[in-house]
């Protein structure tokens, strides 16, 4: 059974750092592409990085792209995402997904079946 277990989310000013983490159980993660998404009330699932399943390839928006890293460990079965400079826009819940195919390019949000639970992040300004 595939489970993805995200935590770090919590309440920050503007302007701080936060780091997510994500530890996948259940599945060959060092075959998978791995990626961070984010949920605002009202608001469609937006991806906001994602990294290929060797970590040799990153991929991030416009909207996050200089302020969010995503890496991945894979002795350790876990993706990160670190937030720099957060602004009131980024509160949302975060949610990490695993691509469905081994080795896959995961290049659009239905490549991903396999999801966590969510993290709430919230942003104080």
């Known amino acids: 059974q595939v489970q993805l277990v995200e935590s770090g989310g919590r309440l920050v000013q503007a302007g701080a750092s936060l780091r997510l983490s994500c530890v996948a159980y259940?599945?060959?993660?060092?075959?998978?592409?791995m990626g961070w998404f984010r949920q605002a009330p009202g608001k469609e699932r937006d991806v906001v990085a994602r990294?290929?399943?060797?970590?040799?390839?990153?991929w991030y928006p416009d909207s996050v792209k200089g302020r969010f890293t995503i890496s991945r460990d894979n002795a350790k079965n876990t993706v990160y995402l670190q937030m720099d400079s957060l602004k009131p826009d980024d509160a949302a819940i975060y949610y990490c997904?695993?691509?469905?195919?081994?080795?896959?390019?995961?290049?659009?949000?239905?490549?991903?079946?396999?999801w966590g639970q969510g993290t709430q992040v919230t942003v104080s300004s």
């Open positions: 997904a695993a691509d469905r195919e081994t080795y896959g390019a995961a290049s659009s949000i239905s490549s991903f079946g396999y």
């Open positions: 259940g599945l060959p993660f060092g075959s998978r592409a």
């Open positions: 990294i290929s399943w060797s970590g040799a390839s990153t």
